[in-house]
């Protein structure tokens, strides 16, 4: 009798979960009004600022969900949203992003409070920007391929350099940024979209003036290393190198002086990792032969 009762249960959970897959969700039409009216939309694009930098992803309906009150009912469901009522969704999000400004009150949500007019819309310019491309990989990721991850990386990293931000001269939030682990995340774990943003951002960090990743004290462990070799030239990792192994010598000292043997197997670990970074090219020819 109880595996009678245990038949009908999995069954009926069957035919519910087919149900439920065939389901065709319309955008009711007061979500669509309270796009078409939103004026003031500093919370959404710093939510979706927030998202886009943190190792989360791209995924922004939430936001969505919470600044126009939809529910939770449909916004679980974007993939069986009818495709009309999906596109006027994403064309009002755009016309909203669009509208959007910055007022006074709200500044020093996104930069400082003494930033003039023109450095006020310049931030705006970027937030617009990555609002722009993140909604666009939410909605039509395929269509939206590498370039729309691109620009909101290129955005976050020229807001972040912007002297007027929270994060100016911050080279953490650079390095927070850039990271594999980040990339890869971002990129929704598409191996393609990861590699296209690597390559960006090799070509940037080649092209300034920075050198903090060549720093050992940029990095919380030396661990963490791996996550920017991908970056790096060979001269440039030699160089992080050098740093790393004249501090495990300096502690080396240390520890001589006052023996202890968990500190020397952590020094005898860390100089076996460091003795082994590769810059990519170099692990590419390894690999190929």
Known sequence: MQHTLLSELTQLIAVLKRNEAEIIYTIPSEIMGAVKKAKHLERFLHEIFLTVSGSGGINIISIIRREFGMRSEIANHINQWAPYSRDQ?????????????????????????????????????????????????????KRAGEEAYIEILDHLIRFCGLPYTHSAGNMISFRNLISSNRLYSMSGNNELITTALKAYVKEWYQRSSFTFLEDREWYYTYESVLEYTYILTREQLERLQIDFIQYIRNEFILVKGKPELHKAEHLKTMLENVLNWMAPSEAAAIHSN
């Open 89 to 141: 969704l994403e064309d009002d999000l755009h016309d909203a992003i669009d509208r959007a400004e910055i007022r006074p009150g709200k500044q020093s949500l996104f930069i400082e409070d003494n930033a003039d007019k023109k450095e006020v819309a310049e931030a705006l310019s970027l937030l617009k920007g990555i609002a722009h491309a993140a909604v666009r990989c939410q909605f039509n990721p």
